[in-house]
Structures are given as structure tokens and as C-alpha cells.
């Protein structure tokens, strides 16, 4: 079972995104300007500033050759996980309802976080239990959500005290309406390891995600 | 043609840069400034202008939190 991870110029979580793949799957580095998904079971979109951010977060990646496929490739059911500009690239896609803005205080950003798991209805959280607090790290400027999301689509909100980005509702993630693309603005693959990334809890994602991917 | 795009946030949408700027005008001894919002301009040269909406739609600005204003300048800037 095979999952992509993409990687465009500006991206810097792709190895680390990898490496958590690894851990539940044979992971497959995808290239922005190859349209092909090398036969993938899910795709995973890292963290970074593709294209450098220019004009907003996530607006040019949105139209690479890669993300065209990536998009055909969601409607059509597969799993697709947006971590951070991941995330960002899925809204623009509209691929997700929603925006991110900027943080409410202007600011870059790095710091644990806790979340609390909303449901277990999706394949990326079937792993996990709700009202349960994950522990990941966040990092980012432009964090704070946007929208009018339903509330089963809301898949992740910031613990009490834990919302710094100011996002509406607290939320941390989001799901399509068919439940099989996730965006979340913390960083699940820094947090699969107990030596580097405080806990391990962010590695339920990717369980979750290649068990909906081995279906 | 050229045109000249003007992108800001929707009403009601959070403008933390807004803020910070009109927060930072009273600091220098600038008085009486008020409902500052932060945005983007885009100038560019099109052979269509008809085509303007759409690019404004689809990668200018994002509908959903920004809203946008083009303007046509003639003629197109030497280049």
C-alpha cells in the first residue's frame, strides 16, 4: 500500500512527512510538475510555503500539474490528508470549505498543541476516540480558519486555551462532505515519534488513513 | 490594456493587519484615523479585458474572504 507525499518548491515538511508515512505505509514522493500519481492509495499535501506564498497561501500550488491529478483523484474517493499549507492548497482547491487568514496577532507561530478529536466518522480519526486530546505541534502565520463548516465536518477543534491563531470556532480541521479529504493546520507527522515530537499521537492520522487506503 | 486589480478583506472579515496599522498611526501622532483595511493591488497588462472577472475568481482573489475591484488604465505601460 503506497501513499504519496507531494512536494513542491517551497515545501519543507515533505521528509518528515515521509518518514511518518513510513511508518504505516511505503511512502512515494510526488514532484509538482509530474502529473502522474504513480499508482498511490492516498495522497498526503506537506507543510511549507509552496511557491513561496506568493499572492496567498496555497493560490498557485492549487494549479500545478500534480494537483490537478491529486483533485480528479478525491473526487473520485481517494484519500488525500492537507497538513498546513497543505490544508491552505486544499481550500484554494476548493477541494475543502473554508479559508485560512492570517493569525489574529500577526505572528509566526510554534508551540504544542492540544486538539480534541469531534468525530470518528472520517477514516483519518476512525483511529481514535471522541472528546480524545492529541498533542502535535502547530506552526504557521497564516492558521486562522475561516467558514461556515457543518458541524460533522469539523473534525479537529483547538483545546480551551489552545486556539492562538484566533480560527473560527476553534477549529483545527476539516472534512469534505464525503469525509475522504482532511486539511488540519497542526503538524501530525512531527508528532509520530516520542524522542522528537513530544508524543506520538499525530501517527493516528496516518494509521487511520492507510487502513480507509488498504480498503 | 492595462488594468489595475484592488483585492481587500470582505467586511466583517478579520484584518489583523488593519488593526495593527491603525493602532500604529495614533502611536506616531497621526489623530482621527479610523476602519483601516490592509490589501493587495495587482497592475497587470491583458489583450482582454473581458478575461479580468474570471482571473479575479479563480486566482487573484479568493471570493470567499477578499472582494475585488478592477480598474482599466489605458493604454498598456511601455515595457
Partial sequence: ?????????????????????????EPVALWHGDSDLHGVDGVVIPGGFSYGDYLRAGAIARFSPVMESVIAFARAGGPVLGICNGFQILCEAGLLPGALLPNVKLRFVCRQVDVEVQTVATPFTATCEVGQRLSIPAKHTTGCFFGDVPREQVVLRYAEGHNFNGSQDDVAGVVNEQGNVMGLMPHPEHAV?????GSADGLKLFEGMARVAVA | MRARVLIRPKAGILDPQGVAVERALPALGFGGVGNVHVGRLVELDVEDASQLDDMCRKLLANPLIEDYEIQTVEPAAAS
Fill in chain 1, 1 to 25: 500500500m503506497k501513499l504519496g507525499v507531494v512536494t513542491f518548491p517551497g515545501t519543507c515538511d515533505d521528509v518528515d512527512a515521509r518518514l511518518a508515512v513510513a511508518k504505516v505505509a
Fill in chain 1, 193 to 197: 515519534d516520542l524522542l522528537t515530537g
